[in-house]
């Protein structure tokens, strides 16, 4: 099911099953899942080039992310190229303790953005998508047969479905009237790429007090990203930022700016929540900041934006095939429209942790007493390490299916040494049960587990559990392919239920 993609700027073929807009991230990922699965998918990209390391935004890459990149083949590689973070501190005194997670990947990944786009690319035209650079999506127009997008250069694309995956000036969602409510959270926060003449011991040097806000994370090349903010600042972006700023400022917030020098390039920044109030309009869907934008605390972002292109990519492809109805595009939203809601509340309540100093001595003193007590309730940390992490994401179930149902899979160890992420690598489900209780179709594989499993277990190929039971169930197995066609590719339609 996979070909051989290229990079163009001027294609004769103007066609596509899939028109995605943006090759950032969650549109490469999108893309690379879409053409696994067989469908003929475009990027249309408005740079000329691939991302910079100026252009770097993005530096945590979380377990969860970590696993659905396993589940592409991806992960290792990934990891090979940053740097583990198995705490990470919050508020400069809760500690969320990553290593305890239970999964592959018990850390934070901290490696810049252009890493992942760089692999990101490498599969998507590897598996056969088509990358448009030089192409700024000025127009949109559809109907209920299709999607006809224009660029600015005057070529007109053709395509069954869009998604705009162009951040968070999305002209995609403009173009289709889709609101973007929020508001500014915090203005005037500097950013600056520098070398420093003394390395930091933690991976990620971050604190916050009565000056402000500020963090170091490194490139992993003998750069590193420096982000500050001073309390109470609400400049302008444009407004002026000199070095010597940041330095001072790094010097009252972690006690030394570590012989900060040589800043390549330094500017401001303002950060919003927004999100937009519906992830579809007909045939269009919004993804990634599109669809959902907030501050950088807590390195949410990519995060869930990849995710969101996890979920929609399978739907997609299966609708496009045949092999479910077009309403299988609506649990799209009905999933991951609170995941990004959630996105937003975590994000801001570090942000505002943080960045937002108590205006008087008895909140500074309950803070101090208050925060270092939740940081020894394991029930509070734990929580907090299965949000910024994803691995506690599931999706709504109907009323009375097995509580696995909507949640994240394991990655159980399976017969032959095989893992489960190993298996959901050519987008197909996967049935986890002991014989063979139905036979294996094209988007069904069959595994068994290696442990002391007892009940089957139907695995999504978004890592999440479709169906469950505690026993071998053969009835209710049967009834859950008949929810879900899109697994034995009959084309029956999409599953009206879950469970």
Request: proline letters at 6%; a positive charge; aromatic letters at 6%.
């Amino acid at each position: 099911m996979t070909g051989h993609g290229r990079v163009e700027h001027a294609p004769a073929d103007r066609t596509a099953d899939v028109l995605v807009v943006g090759a950032g991230p969650t549109g490469l990922l999108l893309a690379g899942d879409l053409a696994t699965a067989g469908v003929r998918v475009t990027l249309l990209e408005r740079r000329e080039h691939a991302a910079d390391t100026a252009m770097t935004r993005s530096f945590a890459v979380h377990a969860r992310t970590l696993e659905v990149l396993d589940a592409r083949g991806l992960a290792d590689e990934l990891v090979a190229l940053g740097r583990k973070a198995p705490v990470i501190g919050v508020f400069g005194r809760i500690e969320l303790r990553l290593h305890r997670l239970r999964s592959r990947f018990p850390f934070a990944l901290i490696t810049p953005q252009y890493h992942v786009e760089r692999l990101l690319e490498r599969r998507a035209l590897a598996a056969g998508a088509r990358i448009v650079r030089g192409a700024e999506v000025v127009r949109l127009r559809q109907d209920d047969d299709g999607v006809e997008l224009e660029t600015a250069g005057g070529d007109a694309w053709t395509a069954r479905y869009a998604v705009g995956c162009d951040g968070v000036r999305s002209p995609v969602r403009g173009m289709v009237g889709i609101g973007f409510p929020g508001r500014s959270v915090v203005r005037s926060v500097m950013l600056a790429d520098v070398r420093l003449a003394r390395i930091p011991v933690d991976a990620v040097t971050t604190h916050s007090n009565a000056h402000g806000f500020a963090s170091l994370v490194p490139f992993g090349d003998g750069w590193y990203r420096a982000i500050g903010w001073v309390a109470g600042d609400e400049r302008p972006d444009d407004a002026p930022v000199a070095a010597e700023e940041l330095s001072a400022l790094l010097r009252r917030v972690l006690g030394s700016d570590y012989g900060m020098h040589d800043p390549r390039w330094i500017s401001r920044f303002h950060s919003d929540e927004r999100q937009a109030v519906r992830y579809r309009e007909g045939r269009v869907l919004l993804a990634g900041d599109a669809a959902h934008v907030h501050s950088p605390a807590g390195g949410m972002g990519m995060n869930t934006g990849l995710q969101d292109a996890v979920n929609l990519g399978w739907k997609l492809a299966a609708v496009v095939q045949g092999r479910a109805g077009r309403t299988l595009l609506d649990s799209y939203e009905r999933e991951r429209h609170p995941v990004g809601r959630q996105a937003l509340r975590v994000s801001g309540a570090i942000t505002r942790g943080v960045l937002r100093s108590p205006r008087n001595g008895l909140v500074r003193a309950l803070r101090g007493v208050g925060l270092p007590v939740a940081n020894r309730l394991n029930s509070f940390t734990a929580t907090g390490e299965r949000l910024l992490s994803g691995v506690g994401i599931a999706y709504p179930a109907p009323r009375g299916c097995h509580p696995l149902v909507g949640r994240r899979a394991p990655d159980l160890r399976l017969s032959g040494g095989r893992r489960l992420y190993e298996e959901l690598r050519d987008g197909r489900f996967v049935l986890v049960a002991r014989g063979r209780p139905v036979p294996e179709t094209e988007w069904l594989r069959l595994v068994a587990p290696a442990g002391s499993l007892t009940g089957p277990l139907l695995i999504r190929p978004d890592g999440h559990i479709a169906w469950a039971a505690d026993a071998p169930d053969p009835e209710g197995l049967r009834a859950a392919l008949g929810r879900w066609p899109v697994a034995a590719g009959t084309g029956a339609g999409a599953p009206a239920a879950r469970g």
